[in-house]
């Protein structure tokens, strides 16, 4: 168990584990400042649109009877927009409670919580896509989470490419400065190495 451990310490205390948690901490962090720029330059460009970015949904048609809403007859279908679910809260009551309103009209205005417990059962069968809800059980392509996603990746590929490139600047710098300094050396070293060929020609000559 002890080795257990110590083998875990020394995993833990390794440069590239430490580098690789930094990392994990600072991309998490980088990727919530791309997410606040993506939402701020979107929520300009789609600012004519009803709902922003979120409302870019498009709902495709039913494929069966279990995607066509709650009860289309009283306007409950694939989507609605927001502003009308007061009215649809009240027409979902009046059909959950026609009988006791038959025996009295004004049932709903008695028990006013039957109405807003009617918006909460639509409100758990529905999603908010900017000003329009959308059936959960329809199929419906969000194009303001795709394009969030597209111009998110493109913004942290751009920014990677510069550290990358920034990088391979600063290494190519360094390597032209090894190999200068290589070069120095090797002129300086061959230069003395001339200079003491000379000097023992000339004791040579002067011991003749």
């Known amino acids: 168990m002890k080795k257990f451990f110590a083998e875990f310490k020394t995993f833990i205390a390794r440069g590239n584990v430490l580098d690789m948690a930094v990392g994990v901490v600072i991309g998490g962090a980088f990727s919530a400042i791309v997410n606040a720029l993506v939402n701020i330059l979107l929520s300009v460009?789609?600012?004519?649109?009803?709902?922003?970015?979120?409302?870019?949904?498009?709902?495709?048609?039913?494929?069966?009877?279990?995607?066509?809403?709650?009860?289309?007859?009283i306007g409950l279908g694939q989507s609605f927009q927001a502003s009308e679910l007061q009215n649809l809260g009240y027409k979902l009551a009046e059909t959950n409670y026609a009988a006791q309103i038959a025996e009295n009209q004004n049932y709903l205005k008695e028990n006013s919580n039957l109405i807003e417990s009617a918006k909460s059962t639509i409100l758990s069968k529905y999603t908010l896509h900017g000003t329009t809800y959308t059936y959960n059980l329809s199929a419906v392509i969000d194009w303001g989470t795709f394009i969030n996603a597209i111009i998110s990746f493109l913004i942290v590929a751009f920014v990677l490419f510069l550290i990358v490139k920034t990088f391979n600047k600063m290494r190519e710098a360094q390597e032209k400065a090894k190999a200068k300094l290589k070069s120095t050396i090797?002129?300086?070293?061959?230069?003395?190495?001339?200079?003491?060929?000379?000097?023992n020609q000339v004791e040579t000559e002067v011991a003749e």
Request: with cysteine; charged share 25%.
């Open 45 to 73: 460009c789609t600012w004519a649109v009803p709902g922003g970015l979120k409302g870019l949904v498009t709902v495709l048609p039913a494929a069966n009877d279990m995607q066509r809403g709650m009860n289309e007859a």
């Open 186 to 199: 090797d002129e300086k070293i061959q230069s003395k190495g001339a200079e003491a060929a000379s000097d």
